[in-house]
């Protein structure tokens, strides 16, 4: 009997050893497992705010940042710069030079004869149908085109060759006839051979044709 409890009794005193360890060892861990788990970086989603930052927000909400300015956009320029050589060909153009109009009095493009229809009447003559133009036919102009005393049949219709009043506008056409001169045509329209010059753009020296067209007053 007293064999066995001398036996148990160093048993004993291990196990009690072996739990204090044990227990000593955990107490260790855990203050390792603490010390750790304080100075271990704050999850992304925390946010760390230093001693003053949290006095502020216990006291309050922070103040709000004051706006900012907006930023001045900068202005594009969307017309291209002239430059200094383009605007020296812009200055050195010349302005067109204005070509004087052609007299009035006178139109080239217009046809100096048109046609005029005339029904023959009893006792016609070709020197009474060129007088009843008054100026703007001859004998000569309708023998030209071949109107001869044989066509003056009565109730025929002739195409008398006149002078055309577009070819002299602001004035009349008169018709050359044989023998006639600038000097002779004033006479009759009551003007001066001067005028007649100057009204048709006559040069000297120049020369009047028969059945020509000129411009009088």
């Known amino acids: 009997m007293s ?3 001398s036996s148990s009794s160093p048993l004993v005193a291990m196990t009690i050893i072996a739990l204090a360890v044990i227990f000593a060892l955990s107490l260790f861990l855990g ?6 788990r304080r100075n271990a970086p704050s999850s992304p989603d925390s946010i760390s705010l230093p001693e ?9 909400p922070m103040p709000e940042p004051p706006p900012r300015e907006p930023t001045a956009t900068p202005v594009v320029q969307i017309f291209p710069t002239i430059t200094a050589v383009v605007a020296a060909e812009i200055t050195a153009v010349t302005p067109a ?3 004087p109009a052609a007299p009035p009095s ?18 016609d003559t070709l ?12 004998i000569a102009l309708m023998a030209k ?3 001869a005393s044989g066509d003056l049949i009565v109730g025929s219709t002739l195409s008398i060759p006149v002078g055309n009043t577009a070819y002299c506008p602001g004035s009349r056409p008169y018709v050359i006839n044989d023998g006639e001169t600038a000097a002779s045509i004033a006479a009759v329209v009551g003007t001066t051979a ?6 048709n753009g006559l040069s000297d020296p120049y020369t009047l044709y028969v059945t020509d067209v000129i411009c009088v007053p």
Do not use: M
């Not at 001067?194 to 009204?199: D, R, Y």
């Open 106 to 123: 006178v139109v080239a493009a217009a046809e100096k004869i048109v046609f005029s229809s005339y029904t023959v009447q009893a006792g």
């Open 145 to 147: 085109y071949d109107i």
């Open 194 to 199: 001067e005028q007649l010059k100057q009204l």
């Open 97 to 99: 030079t204005l070509v």
């Open 127 to 138: 020197y009474g149908i060129s007088d009843s133009f008054h100026w703007l036919t001859t």
């Open 3 to 5: 064999r066995s409890k």
């Open 31 to 36: 203050g390792v497992y603490l010390k750790n």
């Open 52 to 60: 003053n930052e949290n006095a502020a927000l216990a006291e309050g």
